[in-house]
């Protein structure tokens, strides 16, 4: 691995020698090899999607890079390329959010709603490492900002309907510019029961409720300098996780940042911007609703995280570049408290998560030369400290009787290093690259303290000894694009060394009642995962248009044994008709028969599904106000179905009707 390490720096520092020295025609802009699913302005949101008023997990999954862990009709965790959370970064207008619940109840998608958002930008790999450590990719939330560009008020209101689970959606965004003075707001609540999977089979303990309210301001000093202020509240109540043994009373989140933007005139350096955030998490484990309860837990969790970066772009004769410096410190703390059947006998309490202390430094560098005329090169390099302490003395001594010599305090240094070559000419364009990265061992990998898996069903104890993780990447792109056809495939290559997994560990006793036994997280040598998509559009006239996706994953560890939550060949196609005020779509989805599972980590083979949809839309204005009507039915044959990341095979849902209603101003 050292030598990876060697020759990926070795071909950074000698490609930029001789590249920097080549006076090259700076006439094609330096493209990032990003995919960017659009959520769209508020005002504009109508325009941008089939159904406007989907949950964030909706958008993300249209993505071949994204899956989506199901554990309930709520807040799905992201898995990138192939990788949960752990091996992935996941930011809101770049800030570092860490969930508050030990069973990843709260991905930080959950804290955010598509009224507010503008886009989401999915990084493949190192290059996502801007913000932090990653293995697997990043996904950066980027939230609407109305800027100074159309001055006076906007306003909106959005209504949706959907038949299964009987939810009911309410929103309104009101919004002023001004010369010197912009502020948005934004309000959405959702309120859904219990949904009905295929055949009308009822999926209890999958409500919820929750609001979410939004709100930035900007205030230009000059015509260059710019500060801005935005707070995100968020909260989530009787929250059902069927797939769980628990459901969720409350998740809470508070999310707040300042930022100061400068644009300096006649400078190489193009934009400045420094920006300072905190945000805190309250999550609430609850068991009380649920029928049968051996014994009765109360699990609550809370994350605080006070960060900021300082982000420069600039272009200096061929080269595009950026430098990110990042800062953040978090407190993650979970407990459990039993209480026996017996009203004599004592309360059982424990730390889950020792309330760890974490400090996180580190830079980002980016270059991007232009070559030549239609060929740029991308570097990337980042180098952080990451400093773990267990700051609760009762959780040190719990973890003491499994790693006496454990010290209290862990000190880390992450890498990485990444380049890409991009080449368009004529309609054609390749890409390709080399990349290497660390990251360090999650809270719950290197400090939980009996952790339940329900999905293997064994108790999981961290371990502080833990290596850095470390994955050396290859990718590669290829696409095509005339006015009415584009195709384009990508892929790319993991081999991670110390990939970190649970083993079973047959000295020690669960301790949870029922639980299979125990699993001490450990490293395997290494572990290599491979991701393809294929994604193709043809517009058969200026109102017809097709478009279909087809995503191959492949995981392995090594003794050749399967990785969990390695997809089957998935696939997506519909066809879209659209005019000035109407447009229809009808699709097809659906995934193959799941070959690569693994018992080991609690999987079993899913069957092969394919699910149609239909959704049209028509718009129109009344007076002043501008109104779009969108209406469809998903899964139309009511097609019973669950796919390989639905946790405990939980089934999707049915066939439900939607009516999405947004008015504007």
């Avoid at 964030?56 to 192939?82: C, F, H, T």
């Avoid at 790999?125 to 008020?153: C, M, V, Y």
């Avoid at 990265?437 to 999981?460: K, T």
Wanted: glycine share 6%; with cysteine; charged share 20%.
């Amino acid at each position: 691995m050292k030598n990876i390490i060697f020759l990926l720096l070795l071909l950074f520092q000698t490609s930029t020698l001789l590249f920097a020295q080549e006076q090259a025609n700076d006439s094609l802009v330096p493209k990032n090899l990003n995919e960017v699913i659009v959520i769209g302005k508020k005002s504009q949101l109508y325009q941008k999607q089939l159904k406007p008023l989907a949950t964030i997990d909706e958008y993300l999954q249209q993505s071949g890079k994204v899956e989506m862990i199901k554990r309930g009709g709520y807040a799905w965790e992201p898995m990138i390329n192939s990788m949960a959370t752990e091996r992935t970064l996941i930011t809101i207008d770049g800030m570092r959010i860490f969930g508050a619940c030990t069973d990843k109840m709260d991905p930080i998608t959950s804290y955010v709603e598509v009224s507010n958002l503008s886009e989401a930008t999915i990084i493949s790999g190192q290059q996502g490492g801007n913000h932090g450590s990653t293995i697997g990719g990043a996904i950066d939330l980027k939230r609407n900002r109305s800027g100074f560009e159309s001055p006076g008020w906007d306003t909106s209101l959005n209504i949706g309907y959907e038949t299964n689970a009987n939810q009911k959606i309410l929103g309104t965004a009101i919004n002023y510019v001004g010369q010197s003075f912009y502020i948005d707001t934004d309000f959405m609540h959702r309120d859904a029961g219990n949904y009905t999977a295929g055949n009308n089979q009822e999926v209890m303990f999958s409500q919820f409720t929750k609001f979410n309210f939004s709100a930035t301001s900007g205030f230009k000093f000059t015509e260059n300098k710019l500060v801005e202020a935005s707070i995100i509240y968020d909260k989530a109540i009787d929250v059902g996780y069927p797939a769980l043994p628990m459901d969720v009373s409350l998740a809470k989140a508070l999310i707040t940042s300042l930022k100061y933007e400068y644009v300096p005139q006649d400078s190489s350096i193009k934009n400045w911007e420094t920006k300072v955030y905190y945000n805190t998490i309250t999550h609430r484990m609850d068991d009380t609703k649920r029928p049968s309860v051996p014994i009765h837990m109360d699990m609550p969790g809370w994350s605080d995280t006070y960060g900021f970066y300082s982000k420069a772009k600039g272009i200096f004769e061929n080269h595009h570049f950026v430098a990110d410096l990042n800062s953040f410190y978090n407190r993650s703390v979970a407990e459990m408290t039993m209480y026996p059947t017996d009203p004599n006998e004592s309360l059982m309490f424990m730390y889950t998560w020792p309330d760890v202390r974490t400090l996180y430094n580190g830079i980002f560098l980016e270059d991007n030369i232009v070559l030549k005329k239609h060929s740029s090169l991308k570097f990337t390099a980042s180098i952080a400290n990451q400093f773990n302490e267990v700051a609760s003395e009762l959780g040190l001594e719990s973890l003491q009787i499994f790693y006496p010599d454990m010290e209290k305090s862990k000190n880390r240094l992450l890498k990485s290093v990444s380049s890409n070559f991009l080449r368009n000419h004529n309609g054609f364009e390749y890409g390709f690259g080399l990349a290497y990265g660390e990251r360090a061992p999650s809270v719950s990998e290197a400090y939980g303290f009996y952790l339940f898996n329900s999905f293997d069903r064994y108790d999981y104890i961290g371990n502080p000894g833990l290596k850095n993780e470390k994955s050396a990447e290859a990718n590669v792109s290829l696409s095509y694009a005339t006015n009415k056809k584009s195709a384009r495939i990508s892929a790319s290559y993991f081999h991670i060394s110390d990939y970190i997994v649970g083993k079973p560990d047959a000295t020690l006793s669960p301790m949870t009642i029922g639980g299979s036994g125990v699993k001490i997280y450990t490293a395997l040598d290494y572990a290599i995962i491979f991701n393809a998509d294929l994604n193709l559009q043809y517009a058969i006239s200026s109102q017809l248009k097709w478009k279909g996706q087809l995503v191959y994953s492949y995981g392995k560890d090594n003794k050749k044994e399967n990785l969990p939550f390695i997809s089957p060949l998935r696939y997506s196609t519909a066809l879209n008709y659209n005019t000035q005020h109407f447009s229809s779509e009808i699709s097809v989805q659906g995934n193959a028969v799941q070959s690569q599972y693994n018992p080991f980590y609690g999987e079993d083979r899913t069957a092969e599904y394919a699910i149609l949809n239909l959704a049209s839309s028509y718009s129109f204005h009344v007076d002043s106000s501008k109104w779009n009507l969108r209406a469809g039915v998903e899964n139309i044959l009511d097609t019973y179905y669950s796919t390989f990341s639905d946790w405990n095979n939980i089934p999707r849902m049915g066939r439900n009707f939607f009516l999405n209603v947004t008015i504007s101003y």
